[in-house]
């Protein structure tokens, strides 16, 4: 019978991604760490994964028992320093802002995890890497949204990613049942860089009128079998976002990633997509 790869696990940051990738590791088997410095996430991130597990239980898609091995198990922390040291894995997931990023990633290195993992959308591994004396055992682990539901883990190797680390965060997707792709540290990835590229350039064909969003949307939804049109799909991201990783490929990458005038306009107004109740589609009530 083959090992766990990994037993114990920190995840720095319990919003949106935090709460998901905790639960997938706790769903494993592993015992987690959630920390949180605001007490009211940190109170509420408890619930929704121990409530996500019973709900995941229930409906069989986890482990019999699994459920209470959740709720035994996910602990949480207000700070980095309560983490235990030597952690095997810990997964940086706070918000996407280098300095902020940089301090929680130093302040993780002093409790000596096995191997550190960021979930950035868009920051280059290189740029975190900076800051941190064991470089080897950082590597970009980026989940998606829903994490309990995506099964793709996008595993980007910095220049100074060990083959070891690479290795091992391998293992690690296919113990928590993901999917892996390598990736090598250029801005955007593969995801960021191909799903921002289309929906740029969905946005573009809204302002040059070539058909409504709706249809724009059918066209790849009927047309190319996507699951998801690139308007729906950059509402449900949030196009603040989207127009914030726009601006840093554009900067990287060149004026293939110049966000379109629609949609700064439509972020100054707020039509900033589900989370405001209006993007490209209306979301009031849903
Ligand atoms: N939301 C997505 O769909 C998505 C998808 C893939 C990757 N990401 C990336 O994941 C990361 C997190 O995104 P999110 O959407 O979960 O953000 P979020 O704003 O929902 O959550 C971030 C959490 O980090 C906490 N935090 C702030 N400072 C902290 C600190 N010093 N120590 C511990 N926690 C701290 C915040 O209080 C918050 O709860 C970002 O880098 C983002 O780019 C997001």
């Known amino acids: 019978m083959s090992t766990a790869p990994v037993t114990s696990v920190g995840v720095v940051g319990a919003g949106t991604m935090g709460i998901g990738i905790a639960y997938?590791?706790?769903?494993a088997g592993?015992?987690?760490?959630?920390?949180?410095p605001d007490a009211d996430r940190r109170a509420?991130?408890?619930?929704?994964?121990?409530?996500?597990?019973?709900r995941m239980e229930e409906q069989g898609r986890l482990e019999s028992d699994r459920a209470s091995h959740v709720s035994d198990t996910v602990d949480t922390a207000e700070s980095v320093s309560d983490l235990a040291t030597g952690l095997d894995l810990v997964v940086e997931a706070v918000p996407e802002i280098l300095e902020l990023k940089h301090s929680v990633l130093r302040a993780i290195?002093?409790?000596?995890?096995?191997?550190?993992?960021?979930?950035?959308?868009?920051?280059g591994i290189a740029s975190l890497a900076t800051v941190l004396a064991r470089p080897e055992t950082f590597i970009g682990m980026h989940f998606f949204n829903p994490v309990w539901t995506?099964?793709?883990l996008e595993l980007i190797?910095?220049?100074n990613t060990s083959d070891a680390t690479v290795a091992l965060t391998q293992r690690i997707g296919e113990f928590i049942g993901k999917d892996t792709i390598l990736v090598n540290d250029i801005p955007g990835f593969a995801t960021s860089r191909l799903g921002v590229a289309l929906g740029l350039e969905a946005i573009r064909m809204?302002?040059?009128?070539?058909?409504?969003?709706?249809?724009?949307?059918?066209?790849?939804?009927?047309?190319?079998r996507h699951p998801m049109g690139p308007l729906r799909l950059t509402d449900l991201v949030g196009l603040d976002v989207r127009l914030h990783i726009a601006r840093g490929l554009s900067e990287s990458l060149g004026p293939r990633f110049t966000?379109?005038?629609?949609m700064i306009d439509m972020v100054e107004r707020g039509d900033i997509g589900k989370k405001s109740g209006q993007g490209f589609f209306d979301w009031s009530g849903k």
């Open 24 to 27: 997938v590791f706790a769903a």
């Open 30 to 36: 592993c015992d987690v760490t959630l920390v949180e």
């Open 44 to 54: 509420a991130a408890r619930g929704a994964i121990v409530g996500r597990a019973e």
């Open 109 to 123: 290195e002093e409790r000596e995890p096995k191997l550190l993992g960021t979930n950035t959308s868009a920051l």
């Open 150 to 152: 995506m099964p793709l």
């Open 157 to 159: 190797r910095g220049a």
């Open 206 to 224: 809204v302002e040059d009128g070539v058909a409504s969003p709706e249809d724009i949307d059918r066209a790849m939804v009927l047309g190319y």
């Open 259 to 262: 966000p379109p005038q629609l």
